[in-house]
C-alpha cells in the first residue's frame, strides 16, 4: 500500500517528467556539456543519455499502466451498485490524478462529506488500486511495500 500511495502522490509528477523527459543526445548536448564539466573529464555522454533513456521510457511504462489501472477502476466504481465506490474514485483522481490538486477540505466539500471520510475514501481507493497495479504480488508478496 506504501507503494501505491507513493505512486499516486507522486502521478502529477511522473507525468511531467514523461511528457518532457529529454533522452535524445542532440536534445542533451547542453546538459551532458555540464554534467561531463561536474563529473568527469572523461566523456561519458553515451552512458549519461542512455541512463536518462532507460529512465524516461520506464516512467512512461509505469505510468501508461496506472493510467489503465485507474480507468479500470473508474469502470468497476461505474458498474457497482453501492454509490459510495464512485465516490471513492473520485476522491481519490481528485486528490491525486487531476490536473488540478485540490485539498482534503476542498474534496470534502465538493462530496458532502467529512474531512475523515475523505482520508477513508482515500484508503479504501488505495488498497483497490494496489491490487489493479501490482495484481497478485499485492496479495501474496510484500503486503506493506505495495
Same mark, same amino acid.
Given at each position: 500500500?506504501? @507503494?501505491?500511495?507513493?505512486?499516486? !502522490? @507522486?502521478?502529477?509528477?511522473?507525468?511531467?517528467?514523461?511528457?518532457? #523527459?529529454? $533522452?535524445?543526445?542532440? &536534445? =542533451?548536448?547542453?546538459?551532458?556539456? +555540464?554534467?561531463?564539466?561536474?563529473?568527469?573529464?572523461?566523456?561519458?555522454?553515451? &552512458?549519461?543519455?542512455? !541512463?536518462?533513456?532507460?529512465? =524516461?521510457?520506464?516512467?512512461? +511504462?509505469?505510468? %501508461?499502466?496506472? *493510467?489503465?489501472?485507474?480507468?479500470?477502476?473508474? *469502470?468497476?466504481?461505474?458498474?457497482?451498485?453501492?454509490?459510495?465506490?464512485?465516490?471513492? $474514485?473520485?476522491?481519490?483522481?481528485?486528490?491525486?490524478?487531476?490536473? *488540478?490538486?485540490? %485539498?482534503?477540505? *476542498? +474534496? =470534502?466539500?465538493?462530496? !458532502?462529506?467529512?474531512?475523515?471520510?475523505? $482520508?477513508?475514501? +482515500?484508503? #479504501? #481507493?488505495?488498497?483497490?488500486? =494496489?491490487?489493479?497495479?501490482?495484481?497478485?504480488?499485492?496479495?501474496?508478496?510484500?503486503?506493506?511495500?505495495?
Amino acid at each position: 500500500l506504501k @507503494n501505491t500511495k507513493l505512486l499516486l !502522490s @507522486n502521478y502529477r509528477n511522473f507525468k511531467e517528467y514523461s511528457i518532457n #523527459a529529454i $533522452y535524445a543526445a542532440e &536534445q =542533451a548536448e547542453d546538459i551532458i556539456e +555540464i554534467l561531463d564539466l561536474m563529473w568527469d573529464p572523461n566523456n561519458r555522454s553515451e &552512458q549519461i543519455v542512455e !541512463s536518462i533513456k532507460k529512465s =524516461a521510457v520506464r516512467t512512461k +511504462i509505469i505510468m %501508461t499502466h496506472i *493510467e489503465g489501472m485507474l480507468n479500470t477502476y473508474r *469502470e468497476i466504481c461505474e458498474k457497482s451498485k453501492n454509490p459510495t465506490d464512485m465516490r471513492k $474514485y473520485e476522491v481519490l483522481y481528485d486528490r491525486f490524478i487531476s490536473d *488540478e490538486p485540490h %485539498t482534503i477540505d *476542498e +474534496i =470534502a466539500k465538493k462530496h !458532502s462529506i467529512e474531512p475523515r471520510t475523505v $482520508y477513508l475514501d +482515500i484508503d #479504501a #481507493a488505495v488498497n483497490v488500486m =494496489a491490487v489493479l497495479i501490482f495484481g497478485v504480488d499485492c496479495i501474496f508478496g510484500n503486503k506493506r511495500n505495495s
